[in-house]
């Protein structure tokens, strides 16, 4: 039988995480067509409708029922406006390890919503899933990522060189791909022992 991540939500005071929905396609679109996004991750660029409802509907329910992580949309608990993704990735069900990813839209950087989620899944892991290691990658130039893996008590474990692939704009606006160093951040559970309670509540 293949474990899993429960179908869950996750509250902060400020947050919530939620699977995403059909609604969050427009928003999820805007957000990810971005020049940081572009620049820092993965995802195409530019970044269609399609694209969103393939994710929404197909590969983000996909990793939590095969296994693999579980992807979760951040909404603002008050405004209910999509502010970011996050996502646990290549879970480890043996040794209890897995790896985090985020995306933070770029009309709500700087408020610290990304290290409230980040925070928030790691002790929801700890706590909940009895998990033992969160492990966290960012490309060497990312400075504003590896703020977010500092802030919340990642301990910088080592480079893994020309490890990864990122983007730079050319002269003609298109994008060139770049080899990069990543640096890897490991969080256990005794890291978030001094942390502040970020009170989250899981459902
Ligand atoms: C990385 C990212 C998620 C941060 O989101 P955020 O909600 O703004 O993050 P937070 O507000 O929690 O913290 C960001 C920190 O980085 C700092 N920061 C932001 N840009 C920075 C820069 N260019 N240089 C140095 N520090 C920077 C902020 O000041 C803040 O630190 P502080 O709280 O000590 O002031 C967001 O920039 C993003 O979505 N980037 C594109 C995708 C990406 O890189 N994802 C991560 C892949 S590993």
Known sequence: MTSTFPDITI?????????????????????MNDELTAAWTSVPAPYTTLEA?????????????????IVLAVTEYLTHRLVGSISLMHTNWRTLATEVGYVVAPWARGEGYAAESVL?????????????????????????????????????????????????RTEDGGWTDIRTDLIVWGLLPEDLEDAPEPDYRAG
């Open 53 to 69: 409802r393939d994710w929404i509907h197909r590969r983000a329910p996909l990793e939590r029922t095969g296994g693999q992580g």
């Open 120 to 168: 928030a899944i790691a002790q929801w892991l700890f706590r909940d899933q009895k998990f033992e290691r969160l492990e966290l990658r960012t490309a060497a130039g990312n400075t504003a990522s590896q703020q977010v893996a500092q802030k919340i008590g990642c301990v910088s474990e080592g480079v893994l060189r020309n490890a990864s692939i990122v983007r730079s």
């Open 11 to 31: 509250s902060t005071d400020r947050l919530v995480l939620r699977p995403y929905e059909e609604a969050d396609i427009p928003e999820l679109t805007a957000m």
